[in-house]
């Protein structure tokens, strides 16, 4: 995948909060807030998501409720340690939903301003997936253990 676009309430006030709670930067700032292209930390791609101004009278997603429609996207963060800063960036915005161990990935689950949901998450190395990879996995996320788990990855 090479970016994701949606339509949001308010394009600066999403990309504030991707600002702010994700370390997203802007590339393409639209001076009358009918967008904004944005690019997640570390990537060099030209944008990673993009937000397009619907106005505030726009009402909640019922993707998954009532219609179909996208769940949730992903980013993921190179380091378990950076999952748990995330994680507790989330908290405190008061955007955390949930937290989950899905054996090949760790992951933590948000909403942004406008309700959509999406995740932040870690990879486990290929050659500690085992069986897990076959296998779709939903348990709580320990993060604490899974840090003192992988610390000898972390020291390399």
Known sequence: MNHAVLYVRDAHRTAEFYSRVLGFT?????????????????????????FFTVGDEAGPSAAG???????????????????AVVR?????????????????????????????????????????WGAEEHEAIVRPLDLDAEQRRFADMAER
Do not use: C
């Open 26 to 50: 802007a590339v393409i700032d639209d001076p009358q807030n009918r967008f904004m292209f944005m690019r997640a930390p570390a990537s060099e791609n030209h944008h990673d998501i993009a």
């Open 65 to 83: 409720r009532g219609t179909v429609g996208l769940y949730h996207l992903a980013w993921e963060v190179p380091t378990l340690e950076e999952l």
């Open 88 to 128: 507790d960036r989330l908290e405190a915005e008061g955007a955390l939903v949930g937290a989950s161990d899905h054996g090949a990935n760790k992951s933590v689950y948000a909403k942004d301003p406008d309700g959509l949901e999406f995740e932040v998450m870690w990879l486990v190395p290929a050659d500690h």
